[in-house]
């Protein structure tokens, strides 16, 4: 989208092996910024992962292994780093179960990986960015950061979350030469939404074409997913000078979804 006005730049993207968190790792190395990825598991593929994004695109890319579950790990994970010059927030996991049969592990899981993570991250890179002089903070929020769907609470309850833990970020930041801000995709066809396809097809008695077409896109007015190129150029433009005055607020990639 833009040459490669990010060089120099370091990008730490958390879940970063798959999905949108590697879609967004490959829109940042286009642009030249180097690359920090990140999962819960350390093996070969993640280590040649970083190799080859590094090779093709012309930047430099290590893979870290830290647990967003743990906050020391979250901490440590951008002290590893060295340099952290745009923290994307992406690791997310999701379970759906009505209120009364879900479990608290779950809850306690979702909750710390997809919204305290950012806030330990957050915490370290601040004081990072402030002393490089530019920073952009970007949390992977969704549609569920605005809206809500039954059965999936500690989700919708997490999203919620960091819109607002964005919020405060960005007013915390607002003199600085540092922005905040939320991505709120729609459905996005990646591994979170293809394991939960075979439940709700039980649930519904549909075919897999029935409920990407009547359960997920159903919300969607464009009736399509958004891509994970789409995310990422998204986060390309936050990063760009265009959005320097963008902060403390979010952008839907969601087809239509929060406007209904
Ligand atoms: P995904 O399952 O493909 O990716 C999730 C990533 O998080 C993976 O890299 C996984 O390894 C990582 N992860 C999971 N647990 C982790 C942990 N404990 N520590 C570190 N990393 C961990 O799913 P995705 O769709 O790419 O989701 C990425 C983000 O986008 C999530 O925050 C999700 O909530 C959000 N999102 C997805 C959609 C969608 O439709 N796919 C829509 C809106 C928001």
Known sequence: MFARFLEGKTAVVTGSNSGIGLGIAVELARSGADLVLNSFTDNDDDHALAASLAAEHGVTARYIRADMSKGDDCRALILAAGRCDILVNNAGIQHVAPIPEFPAEKWDAIIAIN????????????????????????????????????????????????????????????????TCNAICPGYVLTPIIEKQIPDQMKTHNMSREEVIAKVMLQRQPSGQFATVEQVGGTVVYLCSPAADQVTGTTISVDGGWTAL
Do not use: C, Q
């Open 115 to 178: 919204l305290s993570s950012a806030f330990h991250t957050t915490a370290v890179a601040l004081p990072m960015m402030r002393e490089a002089g530019w920073g952009r903070v970007i949390n992977v929020a969704s549609a569920h950061g605005l809206t809500a769907s039954p059965f999936k609470s500690a989700y919708v309850a997490a999203k919620h979350g960091i819109v607002g833990f964005t919020k405060v970020t960005g007013l915390e930041t607002a003199t600085d030469p540092i």
